[in-house]
């Protein structure tokens, strides 16, 4: 487990069910931006039609998602930092994970986000 897995897991009680009401846990948080930053990186490496768009929709979730870890007093920056490295840390290591999340299930999470 990574460090930001372990820290995300001793965060304050309130903050655990902040995270809960739109994520489930902190292991689906974790799976969400994960997945997030795997797609900026996808479309800023990949031909993909439309890929600033979709770039200005993963930064307006970035945003969103960062400012509700700084409203529960929390460095939001640094938490997707920490993630998005452990991706890219998959991603130069050929290592690919599997959250078992369905592409519904991560639609339904996104659209929670606010």
């Known amino acids: 487990m990574s460090d930001i897995r372990q820290r995300l897991n001793k965060l304050p009680k309130d903050t655990l069910r ?14 969400t931006v994960y997945l997030i930053a795997r797609n900026e990186h ?8 439309g890929a600033e768009q979709r770039l200005n929709t993963i930064r307006a979730y970035q945003g969103m998602i960062r400012f509700m870890l700084d409203e529960e007093g929390l460095n939001g920056k640094e938490i997707l930092e920490a993630i998005a490295s452990d991706y890219l840390e998959d991603f130069v290591n050929y290592r690919e994970q599997d959250f078992g999340m369905t592409d519904e299930e991560f639609i ?6 606010r």
């Open 18 to 31: 902040k995270i809960a009401t739109i994520y489930g846990d902190t292991d689906t948080f974790y799976a």
């Open 42 to 49: 996808q479309c800023r490496t990949q031909p993909i039609p």
């Open 108 to 113: 339904t999470i996104i659209k929670r986000i």
